[in-house]
Protein backbone atom coordinates (compact mmCIF):
# COMPACT_ATOMS: atom_id res chain seq x y z
CA UNK A 1 0.00 0.00 0.00
CA UNK A 2 1.47 3.51 -1.40
CA UNK A 3 -0.60 5.85 0.52
CA UNK A 4 -4.28 7.10 0.89
CA UNK A 5 -6.93 5.95 -1.35
CA UNK A 6 -9.21 8.69 -2.27
CA UNK A 7 -12.52 8.01 -3.35
CA UNK A 8 -15.13 9.89 -5.67
CA UNK A 9 -16.92 12.74 -3.50
CA UNK A 10 -14.55 12.59 -0.90
CA UNK A 11 -12.76 16.44 0.29
CA UNK A 12 -9.68 16.58 -1.16
CA UNK A 13 -6.94 16.54 1.52
CA UNK A 14 -5.35 19.92 2.47
CA UNK A 15 -1.53 20.65 2.05
CA UNK A 16 1.45 23.23 1.82
CA UNK A 17 4.16 22.52 -0.59
CA UNK A 18 6.73 24.89 -2.34
CA UNK A 19 6.12 25.03 -6.06
CA UNK A 20 7.65 26.72 -8.77
CA UNK A 21 5.22 29.69 -8.46
CA UNK A 22 6.02 29.84 -4.27
CA UNK A 23 4.17 27.94 -1.38
CA UNK A 24 1.19 26.57 -2.18
CA UNK A 25 -1.85 25.83 0.02
CA UNK A 26 -3.39 23.76 -1.72
CA UNK A 27 -7.74 24.92 -0.12
CA UNK A 28 -6.37 28.29 -0.53
CA UNK A 29 -5.07 27.94 -4.09
CA UNK A 30 -8.33 26.31 -5.08
CA UNK A 31 -10.28 29.27 -4.26
CA UNK A 32 -13.38 28.15 -4.84
CA UNK A 33 -12.60 27.05 -8.37
CA UNK A 34 -12.15 23.49 -10.57
CA UNK A 35 -8.91 22.32 -10.05
CA UNK A 36 -6.86 19.87 -11.68
CA UNK A 37 -3.60 18.36 -9.32
CA UNK A 38 -1.60 15.93 -11.72
CA UNK A 39 1.39 14.46 -11.30
CA UNK A 40 4.31 12.76 -13.67
CA UNK A 41 7.24 10.66 -12.43
CA UNK A 42 10.18 12.42 -12.75
CA UNK A 43 11.58 16.13 -14.39
CA UNK A 44 13.97 15.35 -16.97
CA UNK A 45 12.25 12.57 -18.33
CA UNK A 46 11.15 12.15 -22.23
CA UNK A 47 6.77 11.70 -21.70
CA UNK A 48 6.83 14.35 -19.05
CA UNK A 49 8.42 16.59 -21.14
CA UNK A 50 5.69 15.73 -23.56
CA UNK A 51 3.19 15.88 -21.39
CA UNK A 52 3.51 19.26 -19.34
CA UNK A 53 4.21 21.02 -22.58
CA UNK A 54 0.88 19.83 -23.98
CA UNK A 55 -0.79 21.14 -21.05
CA UNK A 56 0.81 24.21 -21.60
CA UNK A 57 -0.16 24.42 -25.01
CA UNK A 58 -3.82 24.00 -23.88
CA UNK A 59 -3.79 26.16 -20.93
CA UNK A 60 -6.42 28.56 -22.58
CA UNK A 61 -8.78 25.74 -22.33
CA UNK A 62 -8.56 25.22 -19.05
CA UNK A 63 -8.88 28.74 -18.20
CA UNK A 64 -11.96 29.49 -20.12
CA UNK A 65 -13.62 26.47 -18.22
CA UNK A 66 -12.42 28.24 -14.55
CA UNK A 67 -9.96 25.17 -14.10
CA UNK A 68 -6.66 25.58 -12.17
CA UNK A 69 -3.87 23.46 -13.18
CA UNK A 70 -1.27 22.51 -10.49
CA UNK A 71 1.58 19.54 -11.83
CA UNK A 72 3.63 17.50 -8.90
CA UNK A 73 6.46 15.18 -8.56
CA UNK A 74 9.07 13.85 -6.00
CA UNK A 75 11.74 16.65 -7.82
CA UNK A 76 12.79 19.97 -6.29
CA UNK A 77 11.79 23.42 -6.52
CA UNK A 78 15.18 23.71 -8.64
CA UNK A 79 15.09 20.90 -10.71
CA UNK A 80 11.32 21.91 -11.80
CA UNK A 81 12.79 25.43 -12.71
CA UNK A 82 15.63 24.00 -14.90
CA UNK A 83 13.69 21.59 -16.31
CA UNK A 84 10.82 23.74 -17.20
CA UNK A 85 13.33 25.44 -20.53
CA UNK A 86 13.94 22.57 -21.46
CA UNK A 87 9.69 21.62 -21.65
CA UNK A 88 9.57 25.39 -23.23
CA UNK A 89 12.37 24.65 -26.12
CA UNK A 90 11.51 21.19 -27.26
CA UNK A 91 7.66 22.29 -27.27
CA UNK A 92 8.15 25.39 -28.62
CA UNK A 93 6.49 27.29 -26.05
CA UNK A 94 6.99 31.33 -25.07
CA UNK A 95 5.55 30.01 -21.39
CA UNK A 96 5.02 28.15 -18.73
CA UNK A 97 2.22 29.15 -16.35
CA UNK A 98 0.96 26.98 -14.07
CA UNK A 99 2.81 25.45 -10.86
CA UNK A 100 4.76 22.68 -10.40
CA UNK A 101 4.61 21.20 -6.82
CA UNK A 102 8.30 19.82 -5.03
CA UNK A 103 7.35 16.75 -3.02
CA UNK A 104 10.54 15.20 -2.57
CA UNK A 105 9.72 13.79 0.56
CA UNK A 106 6.32 12.13 -0.77
CA UNK A 107 4.39 13.79 1.32
CA UNK A 108 1.46 15.13 -0.76
CA UNK A 109 2.27 12.02 -3.12
CA UNK A 110 1.15 9.45 0.17
CA UNK A 111 -1.71 11.35 0.81
CA UNK A 112 -2.85 11.18 -2.24
CA UNK A 113 -2.01 7.20 -3.47
CA UNK A 114 0.25 8.47 -6.45
CA UNK A 115 3.23 6.17 -5.97
CA UNK A 116 3.90 3.10 -8.10
CA UNK A 117 5.84 1.05 -6.30
CA UNK A 118 6.95 -0.54 -9.64
CA UNK A 119 8.79 3.36 -10.44
CA UNK A 120 11.43 3.90 -8.08
CA UNK A 121 14.45 6.65 -8.58
CA UNK A 122 18.01 5.67 -8.26
CA UNK A 123 17.67 5.81 -4.71
CA UNK A 124 15.27 3.47 -4.79
CA UNK A 125 12.32 5.53 -3.98
CA UNK A 126 8.99 5.08 -5.81
CA UNK A 127 7.98 7.80 -8.27
CA UNK A 128 4.75 9.37 -8.24
CA UNK A 129 2.62 7.70 -11.33
CA UNK A 130 0.66 10.03 -14.31
CA UNK A 131 -2.17 10.78 -11.80
CA UNK A 132 -4.99 13.13 -12.88
CA UNK A 133 -7.30 14.05 -9.92
CA UNK A 134 -9.96 16.47 -10.68
CA UNK A 135 -11.82 18.51 -7.72
CA UNK A 136 -15.30 20.47 -7.99
CA UNK A 137 -15.51 24.05 -6.84
CA UNK A 138 -17.07 22.20 -3.42
CA UNK A 139 -12.93 20.62 -3.06
CA UNK A 140 -14.52 17.37 -3.80
CA UNK A 141 -13.19 14.38 -6.17
CA UNK A 142 -15.22 14.44 -9.25
CA UNK A 143 -12.90 12.02 -11.24
CA UNK A 144 -9.36 10.33 -11.07
CA UNK A 145 -7.18 8.54 -12.94
CA UNK A 146 -3.77 7.17 -12.55
CA UNK A 147 -1.34 6.18 -15.37
CA UNK A 148 2.10 3.99 -15.50
CA UNK A 149 5.26 5.96 -15.97
CA UNK A 150 5.25 4.33 -19.94
CA UNK A 151 2.07 5.63 -20.79
CA UNK A 152 1.80 9.03 -21.94
CA UNK A 153 -1.68 10.98 -21.34
CA UNK A 154 -4.36 12.60 -23.66
CA UNK A 155 -5.03 16.00 -22.07
CA UNK A 156 -7.56 16.69 -24.79
CA UNK A 157 -9.83 13.56 -22.81
CA UNK A 158 -9.15 15.51 -19.98
CA UNK A 159 -10.57 18.55 -21.45
CA UNK A 160 -13.57 16.84 -22.72
CA UNK A 161 -14.35 15.02 -19.47
CA UNK A 162 -14.13 18.56 -17.77
CA UNK A 163 -17.01 19.09 -19.75
CA UNK A 164 -19.02 16.28 -18.92
CA UNK A 165 -18.18 16.99 -15.40
CA UNK A 166 -19.15 20.34 -15.45
CA UNK A 167 -22.44 20.30 -17.57
CA UNK A 168 -23.62 16.97 -15.15
CA UNK A 169 -22.68 18.82 -11.94
CA UNK A 170 -26.28 20.86 -13.12
CA UNK A 171 -28.09 19.09 -15.52
CA UNK A 172 -29.91 15.69 -14.99
CA UNK A 173 -27.97 14.22 -18.30
CA UNK A 174 -25.22 11.35 -18.25
CA UNK A 175 -22.64 12.06 -21.83
CA UNK A 176 -22.52 8.41 -23.99
CA UNK A 177 -19.23 7.48 -25.58
CA UNK A 178 -17.23 9.22 -26.78
CA UNK A 179 -19.81 12.34 -25.89
CA UNK A 180 -18.09 15.50 -27.39
CA UNK A 181 -19.56 19.30 -26.45
CA UNK A 182 -22.60 19.80 -27.89
CA UNK A 183 -23.25 16.01 -28.55
CA UNK A 184 -26.64 14.43 -28.12
CA UNK A 185 -26.93 13.43 -23.84
CA UNK A 186 -28.68 10.69 -22.33
CA UNK A 187 -31.21 11.38 -19.27
CA UNK A 188 -30.40 9.85 -15.91
CA UNK A 189 -32.42 6.55 -14.46
CA UNK A 190 -33.44 8.75 -11.94
CA UNK A 191 -35.75 11.37 -13.85
CA UNK A 192 -39.53 9.94 -14.03
CA UNK A 193 -40.90 9.61 -17.40
CA UNK A 194 -43.92 12.59 -16.29
CA UNK A 195 -40.78 14.66 -15.26
CA UNK A 196 -39.08 15.12 -18.69
CA UNK A 197 -41.17 17.32 -21.00
CA UNK A 198 -40.57 20.10 -18.12
CA UNK A 199 -36.47 19.46 -17.29
CA UNK A 200 -36.09 18.83 -21.07
CA UNK A 201 -37.69 21.57 -23.35
CA UNK A 202 -35.56 20.27 -26.42
CA UNK A 203 -37.32 17.14 -26.40
CA UNK A 204 -36.33 13.60 -25.34
CA UNK A 205 -36.54 10.53 -27.51
CA UNK A 206 -37.36 6.50 -26.25
CA UNK A 207 -35.03 4.57 -27.44
CA UNK A 208 -36.84 1.10 -28.28
CA UNK A 209 -34.93 -2.07 -27.36
CA UNK A 210 -36.20 -5.62 -27.02
CA UNK A 211 -35.90 -5.37 -23.18
CA UNK A 212 -38.99 -3.05 -23.48
CA UNK A 213 -37.84 -1.02 -20.90
CA UNK A 214 -37.52 2.63 -20.96
CA UNK A 215 -34.16 3.70 -20.52
CA UNK A 216 -32.26 4.84 -23.39
CA UNK A 217 -33.73 8.58 -23.52
CA UNK A 218 -31.58 10.92 -25.48
CA UNK A 219 -32.10 14.50 -25.84
CA UNK A 220 -29.93 17.17 -27.26
CA UNK A 221 -27.50 19.00 -24.69
CA UNK A 222 -29.67 21.13 -22.27
CA UNK A 223 -28.58 25.29 -22.44
C1 LIG B 1 9.11 9.44 -19.23
O1 LIG B 1 8.58 10.48 -18.87
O2 LIG B 1 9.48 9.28 -20.39
C2 LIG B 1 9.29 8.30 -18.27
C3 LIG B 1 9.47 8.55 -16.92
C4 LIG B 1 9.66 7.48 -16.05
C5 LIG B 1 9.66 6.18 -16.56
C6 LIG B 1 9.44 5.95 -17.90
C7 LIG B 1 9.26 7.01 -18.77
Known amino acids: ?54 VQTLHKEFAARGVKLVALSCDSTESHLGWINDILAYNKLEEFSYPIIADPNRDVATLYGMLDPDEKDSAGMALTCRAVFIIGPDKRLKLSILYPATTGRNFDEIIRVIDSLQLTATRKVATPVDWKQGGSCMVVPGVKQEDVEQLFPKGVQVHEVPSGKVYLRTTPQPE
Open 1 to 54: MTGHVLKLGDVVPNFVSDSTQGQIDFHSWLDGSWGILFSHPADYTPVCTTELGR
